[in-house]
């Protein structure tokens, strides 16, 4: 049977990229993508997309009866910074969308779904430094909260429904593709732009907060590598902890500085500061790389070339 793949938050920043290279693994008519904005051309132009609110069950019903859906990715998210404003909104989009797609999957027998988590599900009593896949989670931020609720929902479905869940902690998260869409981390996207349109950035991050993040590349291989492996391979139905590559903005200003002759960094910390500070520096992913076998591609040094390659072709 050929797999129709649904995936919701399609406009997203992770979603603009995974969409095209799932076309480009199972065709373009197998892979719908979703959204309640319009995404972008590539994503548009490239295969069949349908306007869709995940708090709106009638719609999802009729999207997956339409296209005889078979997976979906969920991405659809209101991340750390946003969340923190509208708390409500980020639990009803993050938990009860969750909900919503977990209760479908069992009504129309899908039995695979991806679900992205966090490393906001740590908190402040969470060790700093090589994170351990098991360890105290005591998020004190709206995103972190929810993100733990949904890998608690995961795990229950897979126990006591059969669905497939499987997701990633997905550290701070760097592209080139698409915006950012309100995280934490985002200075590390932001900081490519400024750096090459003013040759100057305002960190809203204090210079030396280091933190676990990853490039986009390797984000949608480890993605679609753990949606691709046997099921008798993976064993954790919460969410695996992933990490590509820590550094601080000042180590990030530093690497740009070599390619960005007279780039500046200042910092002037913002209320993301104290989100920040409940995170990890590092994180312990032998789990999955002894389970599905992941493994980054990418370093700062190599991350921060290739960005500022495509950013200024």
């Given amino acids: 049977m050929n797999e129709v793949i649904l995936v919701i938050g399609a406009s997203g920043q992770i979603g603009t990229e995974l969409v095209v290279r799932l076309r480009e693994m199972y065709g373009e008519s197998n892979v719908i993508a979703a959204d309640i904005i319009i995404p972008s051309y590539d994503v548009m132009e490239g295969g069949p997309f349908e306007l869709l609110d995940i708090l709106n069950k009638k719609q999802i019903h009729n999207v997956i009866e339409k ?9 659809a998210a209101l991340l750390s910074a946003t969340a923190e404003h ?19 999957c069992e009504k129309h027998n899908i039995k695979k779904l991806f679900w992205p988590s966090s490393i906001a599900v740590f908190g402040p009593r969470t060790p700093k430094d090589n994170t351990p896949q098991v360890t105290i989670m005591d998020p004190n931020t709206v995103y972190g909260i929810s993100k733990q609720a949904g890998e608690r929902w995961c795990e229950y479905y897979h126990e006591h429904q059969g669905i497939d869940c499987r997701s990633i902690r997905y550290p701070g998260l760097i592209g080139y593709k698409a915006t950012p869409g309100g995280g934490t981390t985002d200075y590390a996207v932001h900081i490519f732009h400024e750096a090459l349109k003013k040759n100057s950035y305002d960190c809203f ?3 030396d907060t280091t933190l676990p993040m990853m490039y986009m590349p390797d984000a949608i291989d480890a993605t679609i590598k753990l949606m691709e492996s046997d099921s008798t391979k993976i064993s954790v139905r919460s969410s695996y902890n992933v990490s590509g590559v820590s ?7 530093a690497e740009i500085a070599k390619h960005v002759q007279g780039f500046e960094c200042t910092y002037t910390p913002d209320e993301r500061q104290q989100l920040a500070k409940s995170w990890p ?11 599905w076998g992941w493994q980054p ?7 921060t070339s290739d960005m500022l390659a495509n950013l200024r072709y």
């Fill in 247 to 253: 550094f601080s903005p000042s180590d990030l200003a």
């Fill in 297 to 303: 591609s990418f370093d700062l040094k190599h991350m």
């Fill in 205 to 207: 991050l204090a210079e």
């Fill in 67 to 75: 296209h005889k859906v078979t997976q979906i990715y969920l991405l």
């Fill in 281 to 291: 520096r590092s994180i312990d992913d032998s789990v999955a790389r002894e389970e």
């Fill in 86 to 104: 509208y708390p409500k909104a980020a639990w009803e989009l993050n938990v009860t969308g969750l909900l919503n797609i977990l209760s479908i």
